[in-house]
């Protein structure tokens, strides 16, 4: 019945609904052609503003008891020099009188109409006397030092307002404002949130300050045209100012030792309904979009997204995400008002619409406006991983923790590491000796997978918007020179920043290992959706790429294969300086070994590793047993299968995880790596080169490390082959061992990690020094 009653409510608006997308996307294209035909004045130059007192503009709508009980507050935190304006719009509770008789300092202007929020803000700007003017809401307590580091905010002449920070007079309450706002655009229109971040605790970029408890540069927010009485008669007012000012090329700053407390919504919540309040910001969050956005692909998603989302709300019924019809008719009635502001935002813009959502992010400020070392001796790197690092239970792992244990001698390393599980933290904490700061986040709930979504969903597990926020907050708040990200999958996480230097260690090319298990027999339907992926991974892989300064490669031949692919991106590879062993912490033995004994090394959260103890236990493990029946097997590594899933045929030994491999490297004679599909270089043959412990792998799994059977390993890839190759070494322990020594020779000489750290450090300065080789301050204005 609800369903067919909406119907029925909307039908008008639905016939009449391609009329109501269609006309204002025409009359804002056509607006916008003519404004680029007029081209754009010049823009005056900046001015700081004076500090030393501040005009406080509170205004007022039958709010006498809010002013009777928050007024008080607020002249206690003002000085002599600054003043204290009410602008009462109509009232009819007696505000005016109230104010008269017991607030006689405090300055006092009436209008005779109600101009709403907007205007009666706009009135006290015009009449303040000084350049800053604090915008205060009648439900607004005050701390006694609130003003001070407002007026401090001011730093530059390109700030253009300083935000409180905002607690509810209510602590039962949820937080739901901060003023630590934060916007961005998402399905074709604009999404806004305040954020609770304790580790912020100095001046810090925001998208908006709350238009009831902000700082303003007076100049500033005249010359803007203040609230835009578009969106009368409240909310997104301040929104809309804070976007006009970023593309201005101005700065909106958020000042947590400024601290006020809001009764939430203590006016407009007793006034109107909650009805109307949610019609009224359906409405101005299309209108936002109708004045703002200026690029044609995101106002052609507006509009696409506002029309399907008006034909969804009908059977679904209403969403705060996304416009009704009733919002569309009412945005539609001010389409003339909406052009006139249109074209006025136009001309007062610097930037882009992309620059203007991209600097009020905590990187993107620090890579826009901060004053940079061009090049810096020591630069400062935030090291990003997607898995926990201690103990190191799988081959990435080792990577990571022995290049931390080296690279920490040469830069000041941060840290930021998802893991899996609670108590891996404590795992961690040697880590927080050795980095300047450590961050873990536990659980991380990635986006939901999206049903043809062209996001691989490696990358889309690992999407989070808090992790993004923290990534960029770390980069602000220790000034961060390089982003080191760890595996294809975060490569998500880098930002088209100017400065910054983004760098992406490919432990493996995600596409070339999909691309390996599609080459694979089997059932065909089954493949079809890792072909999809396949198809997603080379998309996002090959897009994403590009912004990366440099892209470490696990080894020469995967540089070359994601070169067919990308030749462009030839001169941003590089290889050897990653995939590497702490080779002092192994013992290298050849003698003492317990004879006809095979070890198989590997976490089976890794694919890879599941399908190739399948195959060597299918198809090599029977002929092993039936030519040397002495042949034992024993299988190490994390999250390993149940014991009853392997065959009984043999002796197999299955130990699952164990804290520390090194003893099982120097104790067993031979060590086997059947891998059949992933890429990049194994870890576990470094650590079993170093140890002195001969290798028969296939070729995949020696990707990197040997080229021809008989180099540092013995190489197969046909069952037969891979047995004989064991039994071969089995029965000749001279022949073993001098592999195995050619082995340790070829890891000591090239995959030191010590070795290899000292020149990746070198990389990170001349990444930085080239980078910044033609910035010598802020970065300019991007036009």
């Given at each position: 019945m609800a369903l067919w009653q909406r119907l029925a409510r909307n039908l008008p608006l639905l016939v009449l609904s391609p009329a109501l997308v269609g006309i204002p996307a025409v009359a804002l294209a056509c607006t916008d052609l003519w404004l680029r035909l007029r081209g754009r004045k010049p823009l005056p130059p900046d001015t700081q503003p004076n500090t030393a007192a501040a005009s406080i503009v509170i205004p007022n709508w039958n709010g006498r008891d809010l002013l009777e009980k928050y007024l008080p507050s607020v002249l206690a935190a003002t000085s002599e020099a600054d003043e204290v304006i009410v602008v009462d719009d109509a009232s009819t509770d007696g505000s005016a009188e109230f104010l008269a008789a017991h607030f006689p300092n405090?300055?006092?202007?009436?209008?005779?109409?109600?101009?709403?929020?907007?205007?009666?803000?706009?009135?006290?700007?015009?009449?303040?006397?000084?350049?800053?003017?604090?915008?205060?809401n009648s439900d607004m307590r005050?701390?006694?030092?609130?003003?001070?580091?407002?007026?401090?905010?001011?730093?530059?002449?390109?700030?253009?307002?300083?935000?409180?920070?905002?607690?509810?007079?209510?602590?039962?309450?949820?937080?739901?404002?901060?003023?630590?706002?934060?916007?961005?655009?998402?399905?074709?229109?604009?999404?806004?949130?305040?954020?609770?971040d304790e580790q912020v605790d100095r001046l810090f970029p925001c998208f908006y300050g709350g238009g009831g408890s902000c700082a303003f540069d007076r100049r500033k927010f005249l010359a803007l045209g203040g609230f835009d009485e578009l969106l009368k008669p409240f909310y997104l007012?301040?929104?809309?100012?804070?976007?006009?000012?970023?593309?201005?090329?101005?700065?909106?700053?958020?000042?947590?030792?400024?601290?006020?407390?809001?009764?939430?919504?203590?006016?407009?919540?007793?006034?109107?309904?909650?009805?109307?309040?949610?019609?009224?910001?359906?409405?101005?969050?299309?209108?936002?979009?109708?004045?703002?956005?200026?690029?044609?692909?995101?106002?052609?998603?507006?509009?696409?997204?506002?029309?399907?989302?008006?034909?969804?709300?009908?059977?679904?019924?209403?969403?705060?995400?996304?416009?009704?019809?009733?919002?569309?008719?009412?945005?539609?009635?001010?389409?003339?008002q909406a052009i006139r502001a249109r074209a006025r935002a136009y001309h007062l813009a610097a930037v882009s619409d992309t620059e203007a959502f991209r600097r009020p992010l905590p990187g993107y400020f620090f890579d826009r406006f901060e004053k940079l070392d061009p090049a810096p001796a020591q630069p400062r790197t935030l090291f990003l991983s997607p898995y926990p690092i201690l103990p190191p239970i799988h081959g990435g792992a080792v990577f990571m923790s022995q290049t931390l244990t080296e690279l920490v001698k040469h830069v000041p390393v941060h840290l930021i590491v998802l893991l899996d599980e609670e108590w891996q933290r404590a795992a961690h904490e040697p880590l927080a000796e050795l980095c300047a700061t450590t961050e873990y986040f536990v659980r991380l709930e990635g986006r939901p997978k999206g049903f043809g979504s062209l996001t691989p969903y490696a990358v889309r597990e690992f999407a989070n918007d808090d992790l993004r926020w923290a990534i960029h907050r770390t980069i602000l708040l220790h000034r961060i020179d390089v982003l080191q990200i760890e595996y294809t999958n975060m490569g998500q996480y880098a930002e088209q920043f100017e400065r910054v230097v983004n760098i992406l260690f490919e432990h493996d090319v995600y596409f070339q290992s999909i691309g390996r298990s599609l080459a694979k027999p089997g059932n065909l339907l089954r493949k079809i959706p890792a072909t999809y992926e396949y198809l997603r991974a080379l998309r996002y892989e090959l897009t994403m790429l590009p912004h990366m300064d440099r892209i470490q490669m696990c080894s020469r031949a995967n540089e070359s294969y994601l070169a067919e692919f990308a030749p462009t991106l030839r001169p941003k590879m590089q290889s050897g300086l990653r995939a590497g062993i702490d080779t002092t912490r192994y013992r290298y033995q050849t003698e003492g070994r317990e004879p006809d004994t095979l070890l198989f090394l590997g976490s089976f959260r890794h694919v890879p590793n599941s399908e190739a103890l399948n195959w060597f236990l299918q198809h090599v493990w029977p002929l092993l047993v039936d030519a040397r029946p002495t042949v034992r097997l024993i299988i190490i590594g994390s999250d390993p299968p149940p014991r009853h899933s392997l065959p009984n045929l043999g002796h197999i030994e299955l130990i699952g995880f164990v804290d520390d491999v090194r003893d099982a490297l120097a104790r067993y004679a031979?060590?086997?790596?059947?891998?059949?599909?992933?890429?990049?270089?194994?870890?576990?043959?470094?650590?079993?080169?170093?140890?002195?412990?001969?290798?028969?792998?296939?070729?995949?799994?020696?990707?990197?490390?040997?080229?021809?059977?008989?180099?540092?390993?013995?190489?197969?890839?046909?069952?037969?082959?891979?047995?004989?190759?064991?039994?071969?070494?089995?029965?000749?322990?001279?022949?073993?061992?001098?592999?195995?020594?050619?082995?340790?020779?070829?890891?000591?000489?090239?995959?030191?990690?010590?070795?290899?750290?000292?020149?990746?450090?070198?990389?990170?300065?001349?990444?930085?020094?080239?980078?910044?080789?033609?910035?010598?301050?802020?970065?300019?204005?991007?036009?």
């Open positions: 405090v300055r006092l202007i009436r209008n005779p109409t109600n101009l709403g929020f907007g205007g009666g803000s706009n009135a006290g700007f015009r009449a303040a006397r000084h350049d800053i003017v604090v915008l205060l005050v701390e006694p030092d609130f003003l001070a580091p407002l007026l401090a905010g001011f730093t530059d002449e390109k700030v253009f307002a300083v935000s409180c920070q905002i607690f509810f007079s209510d602590p039962q309450k949820v937080r739901e404002e901060t003023g630590l706002t934060q916007a961005w655009w998402e399905n074709g229109g604009l999404r806004v949130r305040h954020r609770i007012e301040d929104t809309d100012l804070g976007m006009m000012a970023w593309k201005r090329g101005w700065k909106v700053l958020y000042q947590p030792a400024s601290r006020v407390f809001h009764e939430h919504r203590g006016t407009i919540g007793k006034k109107f309904s909650p009805g109307y309040i949610q019609s009224i910001l359906k409405k101005n969050f299309l209108l936002f979009c109708w004045k703002n956005i200026h690029e044609p692909r995101r106002l052609a998603a507006h509009f696409a997204y506002a029309w399907a989302g008006a034909l969804l709300s009908l059977p679904l019924g209403d969403s705060f995400e996304r416009p009704n019809f009733g919002a569309l008719c009412r945005a539609f009635l001010q389409l003339p031979l060590f086997i790596c059947p891998i059949l599909t992933g890429s990049g270089v194994r870890v576990k043959l470094l650590e079993a080169y170093a140890a002195g412990m001969p290798v028969v792998s296939t070729t995949v799994g020696a990707e990197g490390l040997a080229n021809h059977d008989g180099d540092t390993c013995a190489l197969a890839d046909e069952p037969q082959a891979f047995a004989d190759r064991i039994l071969h070494l089995l029965a000749h322990p001279a022949h073993a061992a001098a592999l195995a020594e050619r082995a340790r020779a070829e890891v000591v000489a090239h995959w030191d990690m010590a070795t290899i750290t000292r020149q990746l450090a070198e990389t990170y300065r001349e990444a930085v020094r080239e980078k910044r080789a033609t910035l010598a301050g802020p970065a300019p204005t991007v036009k």
